[in-house]
T-cell receptor
Framework: GAVVSQHPSRVICKSGTSVKIECRSL??????MFWYRQFPKQSLMLMAT?????????EQGVEKDKFLINHASLTLSTLTVTSAHPEDSSFYIC????????????FGPGTRLTVL | AQSVTQLGSHVSVSEGALVLLRCNYS??????LFWYVQYPNQGLQLLLK??????LVKGINGFEAEFKKSETSFHLTKPSAHMSDAAEYFC????????????FGKGTLLTVNP
């Protein structure tokens, strides 16, 4: 149990386009989902926290108009990188947690975004 | 404020040797502590967690960790390293309440030499 999927696993896009990444909890209902960004050989940087049905809470320094997060259901959250630029190229990882399940975040496999 | 310090960004051991990855934390509330492993180009996989029950926690793949409040530590150990253990390891801290937000250490890269 506690499987989280992400789609796509890898995406290449042109500068100026928008990219949507999906995060799904496959076998549990996730009351809270998180989006992280990871630069090469570095730790995870939390971008935002989203609770189902509520607006996401963004970390300081993260542009909410650029990184749109939607948590429409208890099993799906999406991150849309709008007007992507090469500096947005990174590894994006989502995680999910559920109060009624346990005290743990379960992570997706990540999405490698490359902006040309 | 919460923080996690992983001592040693890179640890190298021989196959069959003891693995010891160090993690110290700072928290104003009783912490929940986690160790995650990350293989190249993959997400994080939970190895084990401490949530205020037994202080010696056993995880997957033969790993275990001991919570020591007096030392504010949660070091990860494995008696005998295997080549497949080579990966990045992250220690993470979660404060109390229903907020799942994690504070991560900077990670330790474990290499295993044949």
């Amino acid at each position: 149990g506690a499987v989280v999927s992400q789609h796509p696993s890898r995406v290449i896009c042109k500068s100026g386009t928008s990219v949507k990444i999906e995060c799904r909890s496959l076998d549990f209902q996730a009351t809270t989902m998180f989006w992280y960004r990871q630069f090469p050989k570095q730790s995870l940087m939390l971008m935002a926290t989203s609770n189902e049905g509520s607006k996401a809470t963004y970390e300081q320094g993260v542009e909410k108009d650029k990184f749109l997060i939607n948590h429409a259901s208890l099993t799906l959250s999406t991150l849309t990188v709008t007007s992507a630029h090469p500096e947005d190229s990174s590894f994006y990882i989502c995680s999910a947690g559920a109060v009624r399940r346990d005290d743990t975040q379960y992570f997706g496999p990540g999405t490698r975004l490359t902006v040309l | 404020a919460q923080s996690v310090t992983q001592l040693g960004s890179h640890v190298s051991v021989s196959e069959g040797a003891l693995v010891l990855l160090r993690c110290n934390y700072s928290s104003s509330v009783p912490p929940y502590l986690f160790w995650y492993v990350q293989y190249p180009n993959q997400g994080l996989q939970l190895l084990l967690k401490y949530t205020s029950a037994a202080t010696l926690v056993k995880g997957i793949n033969g790993f275990e960790a001991e919570f020591k409040k007096s030392e504010t530590s949660f070091h990860l150990t494995k008696p005998s390293a295997h080549m497949s253990d080579a990966a990045e390891y992250f220690c993470a801290l979660r404060g109390g309440g229903s907020n799942y937000k994690l504070t991560f250490g900077k990670g330790t890269l474990l290499t295993v030499n044949p």
